[in-house]
Antibody, heavy 125, light 111 residues
Framework: QVQLVQSGAEVKKPGASVKVSCKAS????????MHWVRQAPGQGLEWMGI????????SYAQKFQGRVTMTRDTSTSTVYMELSSLRSEDTAVYYC??????????????????WGQGTMVTVSS | QSVLTQPPSASGTPGQRVTISCSGS????????VNWYQQLPGTAPKLLIY???QRPSGVPDRFSGSKSGTSASLAISGLQSEDEADYYC????????????FGGGTKLTVL
């Protein structure tokens, strides 16, 4: 079945970096964009950026520019999200999410149809 | 502070119909379609409605979506206890370099 399986929980100190993985299975990895979304404790969802698994191109939310790097490994159908210069406010559950695009009247309409289980990242001294 | 505005809470009794609103602007809801996600406690979000009013396979027809101008709504009819969850609206925002934006979420309580 189609699924995204993420790496396990991480505890990091302020100033460190964290790299979270998301392994896709059950579909053609290079045919769907992948996004990263985070959720701080008790808070809402926040979009971080997108990677095109086919060519590796990326686009990041302005808030994370310079601190986030998204990469992919097509040989293992895995995408990665690395966040650097961590601070306490980065404590959150990080999700990868596949974007499914439907073309209606020549307009591409996207939605996040498959989500990973989430990876808790705790930043604490 | 979220770009899309949702009421923080909503409630209803079993069998009732409830609606959740989502307000945006011309750069997001006003020019793009709206998706809705359901997040049960302790789980990842799940796609509930896409392209304003389309249900993915497996989503009951008790759930429906609509959009008008810069606002959207999610309606749940025949409310059930298992509908108790957080609900988020989302849309692409054309401003700056473009980004996905979410509402702050609405916690639905089934009384």
């Amino acid at each position: 079945q189609v699924q995204l399986v993420q790496s396990g929980a991480e505890v990091k100190k302020p100033g460190a970096s964290v790299k979270v993985s998301c392994k896709a299975s059950g579909y053609t990895f290079t045919s769907y964009y992948m996004h990263w979304v985070r959720q701080a404790p008790g808070q809402g969802l926040e979009w971080m950026g997108i990677i095109n698994p086919s060519g590796g191109s990326t686009s990041y939310a302005q808030k994370f520019q310079g601190r986030v790097t998204m990469t992919r490994d097509t040989s293992t159908s895995t995408v990665y999200m690395e966040l650097s210069s961590l601070r306490s406010e980065d404590t959150a559950v990080y999700y990868c999410a596949r974007e499914n695009v439907v073309v209606v009247a020549a307009t591409a309409l996207g939605a996040f149809d498959i989500w990973g289980q989430g990876t808790m990242v705790t930043v604490s001294s | 502070q979220s770009v899309l505005t949702q009421p923080p809470s909503a409630s209803g009794t079993p069998g009732q119909r409830v609606t959740i609103s989502c307000s945006g602007s011309s750069s997001n809801i006003g020019s793009n379609t709206v998706n809705w996600y359901q997040q049960l406690p302790g789980t990842a979000p799940k796609l509930l409605i896409y392209s304003n009013n389309q249900r993915p396979s497996g989503v009951p027809d008790r759930f429906s979506g609509s959009k008008s101008g810069t606002s959207a709504s999610l309606a749940i009819s025949g409310l059930q206890s298992e509908d108790e969850a957080d609900y988020y609206c989302a849309a692409w925002d054309d401003s700056l370099n473009g980004s996905w934006v979410f509402g702050g979420g609405t916690k639905l309580t089934v009384l």
